[in-house]
């Protein structure tokens, strides 16, 4: 009997080394990375835009990121124009994101659904109307890649109210399926990130209580999680910044780096990894 237990504590000590040295191998092959989470940018054809994009764009050459991830609103606005000048838009954005020195990956915002709204003077029968233009230039309105072990869901969080001639927020269940699949064949350790344009955690709440806390849809998206190692979620539009961190995970509202920001919230968000571990930074674009 006592050679029995002699052995299954050997076997418990043997097992628990496996596991920490098969842990620290995986931490070890992780390289450290970091990436700036830029919502709202705003971009137009004024001057004043693009002279404060062009300073933005430099401060984050010289952080030297390994890529950057908008956080939708790059344009504005191809909701209340045609096709052919939200196109103009959508030029002169990927003409100012050329001067990135990093891979930037793209997010759906309101300002990219294009022709929406009444003044607009199209409709759902132009084949660029809505995020059609979007998908059809860029990938999917909603995607995931992964980066030296971590993976990232870009959602689209913007729903078209077609009779209405405007958006509001929210998750369709197409991508709830489409999360789903994704998280089955996603390992229950892998650090995850998801990036919305419309918060899942409204910022305007913790000032006003009138302010609805969750967005239509958010604890059913955030409730797939559950789970699963969800580190992050990275939001833009209301151009706030907000680091809430609830249960070890962080919800993050990116400000926002527009001309004419509110000078407290007028900025990025950067994250740094270092040996699997997330320290999040916001950094002011206000030159003093």
């Known amino acids: 009997m006592l050679l029995l237990l002699n052995y299954q504590s050997i076997v418990k000590k043997l097992t628990l080394s496996i596991v920490i040295f098969f842990n620290l191998a995986i931490l070890s092959a992780q390289k450290n990375f970091s990436f700036i989470f830029l919502p709202d ?3 137009s054809p004024d001057t004043e835009v693009l002279t404060n994009f062009t300073s933005v764009s430099k401060q984050v050459n010289r ?4 890529f950057v991830i908008t956080g939708g609103d790059m344009i504005y606005t191809a909701k209340s124009v045609d096709d052919k000048k ?5 030029d002169l954005m990927d003409e100012q994101l050329e001067k990135f020195r990093m891979p930037v990956y793209l997010t759906m915002g309101n300002h990219e659904t294009v022709g929406i709204t009444a003044e607009s003077g199209i409709d759902s029968s132009n084949p660029m109307w809505g995020k059609r233009m979007f998908e059809e230039r860029y990938h999917e309105r909603y995607y995931s890649f992964n980066y030296e072990g971590w993976k990232f869901l870009v959602l689209d969080g ?3 109210r077609e009779k209405e001639k405007d958006y509001t927020s929210g998750i369709d269940e197409d991508q709830i399926k489409w999360i789903e699949n994704e998280l089955l064949s996603t390992g229950k350790d892998t650090p995850l990130v998801i990036v919305i344009h419309t918060p899942l955690i409204n910022p305007h709440a913790i000032t006003d209580s009138g302010a609805d806390v969750l967005s239509v849809s958010s604890d ?6 559950e789970n699963h190692n969800l580190k992050i979620v990275l939001q833009g539009h209301n151009h706030i910044y907000m680091n809430l ?3 070890g995970k962080h919800y993050i509202s990116g400000g926002s780096t ?16 270092r040996k699997g ?3 999040i930074s916001f950094i002011s674009t206000i030159k003093n």
């Open 41 to 43: 940018l705003h971009l």
């Open 63 to 66: 952080l030297r990121p390994d």
């Open 86 to 90: 939200a196109s103009v838009l959508f």
């Open 158 to 160: 913007i729903r078209i």
């Open 220 to 225: 059913k998206v955030l409730d797939l999680f």
């Open 245 to 247: 961190y609830i249960n």
């Open 258 to 273: 527009a001309f004419g920001t509110n000078p407290d919230n007028n900025g990025f968000v950067m994250v740094r990894v």
């Open 277 to 279: 571990i997330e320290k």
